[in-house]
């Protein structure tokens, strides 16, 4: 069964987020308090020359299973570490079509916009890091980003580790993520 294992949110900028007991999403606007919520871009290059477009980064979740991936190869990643807002276990995050609808708890909905485009500060928060979250599928030819999904509320409602998740995929044909 696919479960909400953490949720974090910081209502500064840096490249972790502390994990909390629960977190408030918001329709329209992302996580109560968490710095990249807004209608707008909130993400802090981005606002620079791109401060009126919409805000389709306002959840950022990961699945867990990427720390498991990780720790095999000798990297120590836990929940927020890596700036998301809410951690998943059981669900194939990078598997979901644009658009599918993630039920969060007994309230919270949270529609997929796309991939997390990883960015060099992974390298700063641990050396050689960038390399693991992304990789080269030898038949496409394309780079596989596996950093988790960004998304935005749907409809609000209170989100804490244990809850469980449940998947709307929409209307077929179904698009595939690009990063957003």
Do not use: W
């Not at 909390?20 to 919520?37: I, N, T, W």
């Amino acid at each position: 069964m696919a479960r909400v294992t953490a949720v974090s949110s910081n209502g500064t900028y840096s490249f972790s987020k502390p994990n909390r007991p629960s977190v408030m999403l918001l329709a329209g606007l992302g996580v109560e308090g968490d710095v990249h919520a807004g209608e707008t871009i909130k993400h802090q290059f981005r606002m620079t020359y791109e401060p009126d477009l919409p805000n389709l980064r306002q959840v950022h979740l990961i699945h867990e299973e990427l720390f498991d991936e990780l720790a095999a190869k000798g990297f120590a990643v836990a929940a927020g570490a890596l700036g998301e807002n809410i951690t998943t276990r059981g669900v194939d995050l990078l598997g979901l079509p644009t658009g599918a609808l993630l039920h969060l708890g007994e309230e919270a909905v949270v529609e997929v916009t796309g991939l997390r485009n990883p960015c060099a500060k992974i390298n700063g928060f641990q050396q050689g890091l960038l390399q693991e979250v992304f990789e080269l599928d030898a038949t496409t030819g394309e780079f596989v980003f596996k950093s988790g999904i960004m998304g935005v509320v749907r409809h609000g409602g209170n989100v804490r580790p244990g809850d469980v998740i449940e998947v709307e995929l929409p209307v077929g044909p179904h698009r595939p993520l690009e990063r957003v």
